[in-house]
């Protein structure tokens, strides 16, 4: 059981920055893919960004040239930069552990980012 604590979030203006923080309870360099995922009341929850096997990142393309995720092994954490921040941006930010064998997903309690003048 890999448990996940967010955090990092809190109120920005809009073009502003955050940085999202998760440290996982075991090492990542054993788990296959880290991401972040995103959700707003009343809507799905969606991906953010994804970062596989420490190699290959993926971005939604709403946020691709703004946000970027990077794992630091040593620290056994996994972070989400977030630039040029948009009200659009603002929702709960859920950080995402997968493993594939054998297959397991765990997900953190969340962080609220709160982009707003």
């Known amino acids: 059981q890999v448990q996940l604590v967010e955090s990092g979030g809190g109120l920005v203006q809009p073009g502003g920055s955050l940085r999202l923080s998760c440290a996982a309870s075991e090492s990542i360099s054993g788990i296959n893919v880290m991401g972040w995922y995103r959700q707003v009341p009343g809507r799905q929850r969606e991906l953010v960004a994804t970062?596989?096997?420490?190699?290959?990142?993926n971005y939604a393309d709403s946020v691709k040239g703004r946000f970027t995720i990077r794992r630091d092994n040593a620290k056994n954490t996994v972070y989400l930069q977030m630039n040029s921040l948009k009200p659009e941006d603002t929702a709960v930010y859920y950080c995402?552990?997968?493993?594939?064998?054998?297959?397991?997903?765990?997900w953190g309690q969340g962080t609220q980012v709160t982009v707003s003048s």
């Open positions: 995402n552990a997968r493993k594939f064998i054998p297959t397991s997903v765990y």
């Open positions: 970062s596989t096997n420490g190699r290959a990142t």
